[in-house]
């Protein structure tokens, strides 16, 4: 059975997924799009009409940041550089793999420039047929000339406010620390700190003009002020995270899985002996010489009747083997698995050259990054582990801890 091999073989297929902040945007987008926009440029229209305009501006905006993404997307391409930014949030995409936190070469530099730039000429265009418009007005144009205005201040707004050289912005981005610094280095302590700073004096002048009357670009600005603060938390805090990981030794991580299964195992005895006393509803198979064979899941050991499990072997059933379950224990097994955690993934089974050596739980990694980070204990690079083995047991022992 051939085995998809390598660290970046656990990755999710890419698509576009939401962040949460994007619901209260979509909130406030319709209330200025119904609220403010609809009744200047469009009066006496009704509440059905200036509630199609809010959604269209929704759409609009949206659209814009779909645009943003693609200059990313294509410089990507072009430049021949890893990027992830599919999560959408009101800025744009947040990385979400352990790639995105390394380049610093001019390539990825460009890459991190794409989006603003796409976003300038988008504006500059949109410009210059607002202006078209205007010199010659028909009057079907002029019905489209709000939307054209707002999707122009929406791409120079994103253009330039992706320029500041402060987290989670573009030109924030760029400023990160190399492969071989720390989290405590100057660019980083900047690029976090100027971005909080930004996102209080962002607040504290929404809370002004909030207080003055002007209740939507106040409000506006709030919003904006507390979701930068959050996502500089948030990219604080997996920066953080890329750092504890590539300390780690990743074999030291494995932990001894009683309850793998054999492919020679009879269904009978892997429900009494594993499945059931684990409590868990996938366990990982391997064979004979100790080689990682997939993962069983109890629905597929279900469908054969009972009083036949004790003849048929786990060998005998269909095993799932989703790459994204496993983890090579290589030199740069740690993206791996920072991958996992940003996924929620419950478990990673680790395999050395093929062969099953235990597993890993992400969520206890997690939890262990968050007390170093709480008690600020520095942990030590610990030594390759030894590894012994028992000629009489195909598997391979776990890593001896020091």
Known sequence: ??????????????????????VFLSLFLFWAGAFEMAPTHYPGQGVLFDGI?????????????????????????????????????????????????????????????????????????????????????????????????????????????????????????????????????????WATQGGLGFAWVLTLIGLALATRGSLIFGFGLIFFGVHLARSVVVWKGRLGLVSFLKKQSIPH??????????????????????????GQSRLPVFDGTGVFQGGLDWEELKKVPEPLRADRTVGSLSLTNAPRDRIYLENKSWMTLFDAIERGTNNLYALDNDRYMGVIYPARV??????????????????????????????PNPPELP
């Not at 085995?3 to 073989?9: D, F, K, V």
């Not at 008690?375 to 047991?393: H, W, Y």
């Open 366 to 395: 997690l939890e262990r990054y968050r007390m170093e980070s709480g008690l600020g204990v520095p942990v030590r690079k610990a030594s390759d582990p030894k590894r012994t083995e028992d000629l009489a047991d195909p598997l």
């Open 53 to 189: 305009v809010g959604g269209i501006v929704i759409l609009v905006y949206f659209l814009c940041v779909l645009i943003h993404e693609s200059g990313h997307k294509l410089f990507s391409k072009i430049f021949r550089r890893f990027y992830d930014g599919n999560q959408l949030t009101v800025w744009g995409g947040v990385p979400r793999e352990a790639e995105s936190f390394m380049g610093t070469d001019p390539g990825d530099r460009m890459v991190r420039m794409g989006g603003p730039l796409f976003n300038l000429a988008t504006g500059i265009a949109l410009h210059h047929l607002d202006a078209s418009i205007r010199l010659h007005p028909d009057p079907l144009s002029e019905e489209i000339v709000p939307f054209i205005f707002f999707a122009m201040k929406v791409n120079l707004f994103l253009a330039l406010i992706n320029l500041l050289p402060v987290l989670p912005f573009d030109m924030g981005a760029i400023f990160l620390p190399g492969k071989e610094e720390t989290k405590s280095s100057r660019s980083f302590v």
């Open 1 to 22: 059975m051939s085995l998809e091999r390598g660290p970046r073989a656990e990755l999710p297929s890419s698509g576009f997924r939401f962040d949460g902040s994007w």
């Open 253 to 278: 991580l494995v932990e001894l899985d009683l309850h793998a299964l054999r492919m020679t195992e009879s269904l009978e005895k892997a429900y009494r002996d594993h499945f059931y006393p684990s």
